[in-house]
């Protein structure tokens, strides 16, 4: 009880929240959430198949000032190449192109609000 402390587990604690509202906000939907991880270890936080089409969705508690992604992201991308990518952040707003691929870095309190 004495080692927690809560500034180290804010991204999991951010991470966490993020799931529990996909978890609601897809309850109706007949989507599927999954965890994606490489044989190198590249890993995206969460992919909803939606029958049609897979979402990923990476969740990024630090602040962003500008629209990067990670290698496992841009993995994730090239290898499946999604229309959409979704980084669901704090406060960053943007869009950026990645071949064929539309990826927002969305506040997570508009992504819910969808």
Not at 59 to 79: A, L, N
């Amino acid at each position: 009880m004495g080692n927690f402390n809560l500034n180290s587990q804010l991204g999991f604690v951010f991470q966490n929240f993020v799931y529990n509202m996909l978890k609601e906000h897809n309850r109706w939907k007949n989507h599927s959430k999954h965890f994606w991880r490489a044989p190198d270890k590249a890993e995206v936080d969460f992919v909803v198949n939606k029958q049609t089409e897979l979402l990923p969705i990476e969740v990024k508690y630090g602040e962003i000032s500008q629209p990067t992604i990670s290698r496992s992201f841009r993995s994730f991308i090239e290898k499946y190449q999604p229309k959409e990518a979704i980084i669901i952040n704090r406060n960053f707003e943007s869009e950026i192109t990645i071949n064929q691929t539309t990826v927002k870095f969305t506040p997570f309190y508009k992504y819910f609000l969808q």
